[in-house]
């Protein structure tokens, strides 16, 4: 624990951000690869002088986060597979990455002697060292064991000239832990990415491609939250995620007509079917009353009609 007055801190870091790809063109149409990547991220000013507690909770001692990243996978590319001229593009990848010294922030109390002790410990003591100054203190501290994460992205587009069809997918999962400081004061992740989303985008060109017409479908799976109702773990004190509402597929459909090479018209109907959701990323999802579901206040748009124009110079 800092006391008061000046405090003269000097820590210096480096580290370097190397990364490598090989591939081969083993055919015409398809080029596996396999990459690797290593980064670090420093610490910012508000993680080493969080001000929940004033210099109770600094910690200038924060160590860089530093992750390496594996990925393998295979690009395709292949011409005339349906109908002469047409292409698809394809890239299909997995990856695995670990985070040394993950940074996040706990809760601490001081414990006999002046120490501070993070929540495990205390109720591990059952509170029995607790001193009788009980104020509470977020602090961001580095993990003591690895943070892992891994995934597999997809990638494909199909374009025939009149016809086309994009599709993005991607599924992860990560143990990462929740940061303390996200709940009362938002200086962190409030959700998560969902363990699944895709993208697939569809459409037909007509008028010799000057009007396309098309739609957007978009599913997202599972996503979960900090508790907006601020629910703890009894062992570790860190706040627990909970799952959201399920998100349902949502449908866009939108128009583009080019009049000529310098103007542009542009419809677009979002969220036809005029679905009641909240997206997954929504920072407003762990708000306290965001705990009863009949109470949502962070919804997306419902229905909505969308018309402009493009003129280039």
């Known amino acids: 624990m800092f006391h008061r007055g000046e405090y003269n801190v000097d820590q210096k870091e480096s580290g370097y951000n190397p990364s490598v790809e090989l591939s081969a063109q083993v055919t015409p149409w398809l ?88 929540m495990t410990e205390v109720n591990g003591n059952d509170w029995a060292d607790v001193s009788d100054y009980t104020d509470n203190m977020y602090i961001y501290v580095n993990s003591q064991s690895l943070v892992r994460a891994h995934g597999f992205e997809l990638e494909m587009d199909y374009d025939a000239g009149y016809a086309f069809a994009r599709l993005a997918y991607s599924q992860q999962h990560t143990d990462q832990p929740t940061s303390i400081a996200s709940t009362y004061f938002g200086a962190g992740d409030i959700t998560e990415l969902p363990r699944k989303y895709m993208t697939l985008d569809t459409g037909v060109r007509f008028l010799d491609n000057s009007l396309t017409v098309g739609s957007i479908i978009k599913y997202t799976g599972k996503s979960r939250r900090l508790s907006p109702n601020f629910d703890f773990d009894e062992k570790t004190g860190a706040v627990v995620k909970e799952d959201l509402p399920q998100i349902p597929t949502i449908i866009d459909l939108y128009s583009t007509y080019e009049i000529n090479r310098n103007v542009m018209l542009k419809l677009s109907v979002q969220n036809l079917m005029n679905k009641n959701y909240s997206e997954a990323l929504n920072k407003l999802n762990m708000m306290p009353i965001q705990g009863d579901d009949s109470t949502a206040a962070n919804t997306a748009r419902g229905r909505t009609y969308i018309f402009g124009g493009e003129i280039r110079f």
């Not at 990243?69 to 349906?82: C, P, V």
């Not at 990856?95 to 922030?105: L, T």
């Open 31 to 118: 080029q596996p690869f396999v990459s690797y990547s290593k980064s670090m991220r420093a610490p910012n000013i508000q993680e080493m002088f969080f001000s929940n507690s004033g210099g109770a909770s600094m910690n200038p001692f924060l160590k860089p986060e530093s992750a390496e990243t594996y990925q393998a996978g295979f690009n395709i590319k292949a011409h005339s597979l349906l109908v002469d001229e047409d292409l698809l593009r394809l890239k299909a990848l997995v990856y695995r990455s670990k985070i040394k010294n993950y940074i996040f922030s706990e809760s601490y109390l001081v414990c006999t002697n002046g120490r501070k002790c993070n």
